[in-house]
Structure formats: structure tokens, C-alpha cells
């Protein structure tokens, strides 16, 4: 059992002359038992982080305990911590079967048991039939499945797992995410889960780790994410389709508060919860936030706003349409029911509850209500 804390964690790679500042200050707690993921675009420094927790790379600054106890001198074999890659890094020269059952043959495990767990892995990854074969001839997610199986047969006290299901083809992905979270909930181990796909880190994990830029943005559940952004980026990156933005004047009018943005006919109107939060922070200029899922074509509430826009392109997204929209020279999108067929230039007037405004400052990005 582990609990895995990161305290002011940095990574500098150096080269001639370049630096490369890949991990800048990441603070994270990783409660026992609890899955994790962490959440960002490519060259974010997702891989930098795991291979600082598993011991693989140097810690340039900071410190990384388990348990409590520093770990930043251990090297991997003192932590053990299983890792499985987005690359597969198999025995070419083992079958897969042989591959899995390496790991147990290390910790000295009898013949029966080593065939019994190795077995059992297979049938959970879908890889029974393929156990005989090397990994040369296995396609690139069949590999993949194989090297997921290899950490999780070591049963560790934390897991790793980075990009494990990018080969993998959508269908499958689905259920060996269930799959995996079955694992989680029955072996209750630390998990933590690299990703760039939302919906792949949103399904698993208990919190998510966004990551941007070397630097952690947000560390919460699916509620805080989604309602509490920590930023725009978050807004933006978690949810889709994304976030709608829109630069908004702040207008006092009749003692209401108005949210009017230029360019367009658009005028939003904020709770009361983010008006007196945009009266503590005094200014003349916010960025309002909407999400597609918070625009409706039916009236939401009794007492819910609408605002009015014309329909520029109907477009299917699987069980949903995806309508873009334009406001004057404002384009911005909601989500709609597919049956009801709407033609460019339909004039629409989108729903929306007051408290579904989120509000950013435009300077900084920060999410202020
Ligand atoms: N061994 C290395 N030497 C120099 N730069 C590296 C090395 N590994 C990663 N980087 C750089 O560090 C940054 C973060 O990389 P990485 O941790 O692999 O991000 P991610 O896994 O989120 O894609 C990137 O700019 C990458 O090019
Ligand atoms: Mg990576």
C-alpha cells in the first residue's frame, strides 16, 4: 500500500547549452488506494513525472515520498512501483505468456500459481489466444495489452500506467477501461494513469491531475473540473466540445448587472453568487464561459435566460448534433437532439440556468466565479 506525494517536484534536462525545464514545481498527493490521472497535451511532462515516481529520471528539485519516506535516492527495484508504457518494451525473445509470467517467476512463485495468474490476466486484457506468440508478431495494441498485463501481474503496491491504450482501437478501449477500474476497485492499489484523453482519464479516475506547460493546473474530481475550472485552459481542455468564450463588457442597467459582449447581440446574465464576485474583483471587462452541454434549444427553467443567435452549420456528433452558431460576427456552439434537422440561417434562441455562467479574468485566465 502506498501514498504517493509529490512536493515542489522539478525536472531540468541540460544539453549543450539547452535546458528544458519539463516539470516545474508539481505539488500532488496521491492517496493510498486511490486512482489518479494525469491529464495534458503532448510534451506536457506527464512522462517526466512518472519516471521521477517510478525512478527511472533524476529529481532535479524537490521531493517525492512514499509513504512519507523520502524516495528520491531509491532506485526503481526499492520502490516497488510496476510501470507499463505507452512503448511496450517486451522480452522479443520470450512468447507473451513467458513474458507474463517473468515478473512472478522473479518473486519465486510455484509453477501452478505462475500459469493460474498468468492466466487470469490473459483473460482480463483479452490475450488468451495469443499467448504462444512472440511480441514481433503481435500488432502494435496486441503489445500493448501484453505490456499493461506485465505491470499488472507484479500486483505492486503502485501502478503506472502511461498511454496505455493509444494503439488501442476504440472499441476494445472501452472495455478494457471498465476493465481496468474493475481491477482498481478489486485490488484497491494506488493507480495512477498518464493520458492525453479525456474521456479515457474522466472514466477511471477518482481525481484528475490537469497538466499544461510543465506546470500542474487543476488536481480534482469531475465535478470540480467541469464546474469550478481552475482556468481557461482548463475550460477549454476538459470537456467536449469545449468551453464557449466570449469577451463580455460589464454593465450595470436598471440595478442588474449584464453581461453584454461586443460584436454581438449576446447579453449574459450571471447568479447571484457570480455578481458579487464580480463586484469584489471591480472591473470593466470578464471573460464569460458557457459550455455547449449548458445551451439548450428548450427552455431549461422558469426562470431561465436566453440568448438569441442564428444557426450556421448542423453537424452529428454520434448520439448528438453539434450546432454552430452565430451571434453578429460571434461564433459559438451548443448541443442539440439529431431528430430535429436545422438549416443554416434558422434564427434560435439557446437556454441557458444563470449559474451555468462561468467567469474568467481576461488578463490572467483565472477562473473567478
Ligand atoms: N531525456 C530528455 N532530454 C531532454 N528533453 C526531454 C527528455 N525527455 C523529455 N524531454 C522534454 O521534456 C518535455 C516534457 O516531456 P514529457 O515528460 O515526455 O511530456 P509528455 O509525456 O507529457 O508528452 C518535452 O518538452 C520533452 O521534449
Ligand atoms: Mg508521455
Do not use: W
Amino acid at each position: 500500500m502506498a501514498r504517493v506525494e509529490l512536493d515542489r517536484v522539478n525536472k531540468i534536462y541540460r544539453g549543450r547549452g539547452i535546458e528544458v525545464h519539463a516539470v516545474r514545481d508539481l505539488s500532488l498527493t496521491v492517496e493510498d488506494g486511490e486512482f489518479v490521472a494525469i491529464l495534458g497535451p503532448s510534451g506536457c511532462g506527464k512522462t517526466s513525472t512518472l519516471r521521477m515516481i517510478v525512478g527511472l529520471e533524476e529529481i532535479t528539485g524537490g521531493e517525492i515520498r512514499f509513504d512519507g519516506r523520502r524516495v528520491n535516492e531509491l532506485g526503481p527495484e526499492a520502490r516497488n512501483v510496476a510501470m507499463a508504457f505507452e512503448t511496450y518494451a517486451l522480452y522479443p525473445t520470450f512468447t507473451v505468456f513467458e513474458n507474463l509470467a517473468f515478473p512472478l517467476e522473479v518473486r519465486g512463485f510455484e509453477r501452478p500459481r505462475i500459469e493460474r495468474e498468468v492466466k487470469e490476466i490473459a483473460r482480463l486484457l483479452e490475450i488468451e489466444d495469443i499467448l504462444g506468440q512472440k511480441p514481433g508478431q503481435l500488432s502494435g495494441g496486441q503489445q500493448q495489452r501484453v505490456s499493461l498485463g506485465r505491470a499488472l501481474v507484479r500486483e505492486p503496491a503502485v501502478f503506472i500506467l502511461d498511454e496505455v491504450m493509444s494503439h488501442i482501437d476504440a472499441h476494445l478501449k472501452f472495455r478494457m477501461l471498465f476493465e481496468l477500474k474493475r481491477l482498481h476497485q478489486r485490488l484497491g492499489r494506488t493507480m495512477i494513469y498518464v493520458t492525453h484523453d479525456q474521456v479515457e482519464a474522466l472514466a477511471l479516475a477518482d481525481r484528475v491531475a490537469v497538466m499544461s506547460n510543465a506546470e500542474l493546473q487543476q488536481f480534482a474530481d469531475r465535478d470540480g473540473l467541469y464546474n469550478r475550472p481552475a482556468n481557461r485552459f482548463v475550460a477549454d481542455f476538459i470537456g467536449e466540445p469545449p468551453t464557449n468564450f466570449f469577451d463580455a463588457r460589464i454593465e450595470q442597467r436598471d440595478g442588474e448587472l449584464l453581461l453584454p459582449v461586443p460584436g454581438s447581440s449576446l447579453v449574459f446574465r450571471p447568479d447571484g453568487e457570480r455578481r458579487r464576485a464580480l463586484e469584489r474583483v471591480a472591473r470593466a471587462e470578464v471573460v464569460v464561459g458557457i459550455r455547449p452541454q449548458n445551451l439548450a434549444l428548450e427552455p431549461v427553467e422558469a426562470r431561465g435566460e436566453r440568448i438569441e443567435a442564428e444557426v450556421d452549420i448542423f453537424e452529428y456528433l454520434g448520439e448528438m448534433a453539434i450546432l454552430a452558431l452565430r451571434s453578429g460576427e460571434r461564433m459559438f456552439r451548443a448541443l442539440a437532439s439529431p431528430r430535429r434537422r436545422l438549416e443554416p440561417g434558422t434564427p434560435v434562441a439557446l437556454h441557458y440556468r444563470r449559474e451555468d455562467v462561468m467567469l474568467f479574468d481576461p488578463a490572467t485566465g483565472d477562473f473567478i466565479a
